[in-house]
């Protein structure tokens, strides 16, 4: 009698265990939604990569006796949120864009409010990542320092 004691013993305590391991991973699998991170606004948004690049660029003139500034904006494809439209069958995307130049008394000198347009294909939309959009802008002013400020806004966003 003895020995059967002996061996029911053991498979009644791992029988046990198995429980407790059953209901610890439960509590786990019920728990996990809310100990990962969710996204809230359904917005995916990366604080260290950059939205569009600018490169201002100063020329001497001889037609007009004032400095051509060339301001570069590109603008990756892949930070644009596009939609699709049914009507066409692309994927568009609207960005507004705003250069402002201020002398050094701080007068605005020039303020330039643009609106542009994307569309792209299906195909074009799994290259995202491969291409960009270039803007390029040009204004004449005469000899001083100035100050540029560029803002530009996803309107899908």
């Known amino acids: 009698m003895k020995n059967l004691f ?5 498979v009644v305590s791992l029988r ?3 429980e407790m391991f059953c209901l610890i991973l ?4 019920l728990n996990a939604g809310d100990s990962m991170s969710q996204l809230q606004d359904k917005t995916i948004s990366n604080p260290d990569k950059e939205f569009f ?3 201002p660029i100063v020329f001497y003139s001889k ?11 590109e603008v990756p494809m892949d930070n644009l949120q596009f939609k699709k439209n049914y009507t066409t069958k692309n994927y568009d ?3 507004n864009y705003t250069i402002k130049i201020t002398n050094s008394s701080n007068e605005i000198v020039s303020n330039e409010s643009i609106s542009d347009y994307v569309s792209t294909t299906k195909n074009d939309q799994k290259k995202l990542d491969e ?3 270039f803007i390029v802008k040009e204004f004449y002013l005469n000899p001083g320092t100035y100050s540029l400020e560029v803002t530009l806004n996803d309107i899908n966003t």
């Open 131 to 133: 291409s960009a959009k």
């Open 93 to 95: 995307a609207s960005i």
């Open 26 to 29: 439960l509590i786990i699998l």
């Open 63 to 73: 037609d007009q006796m004032k400095a051509r500034l060339d301001v570069y904006i």
């Open 6 to 10: 002996t061996n029911i013993l053991p």
């Open 53 to 55: 690049y600018i490169d």
């Open 16 to 18: 046990r265990v198995s």
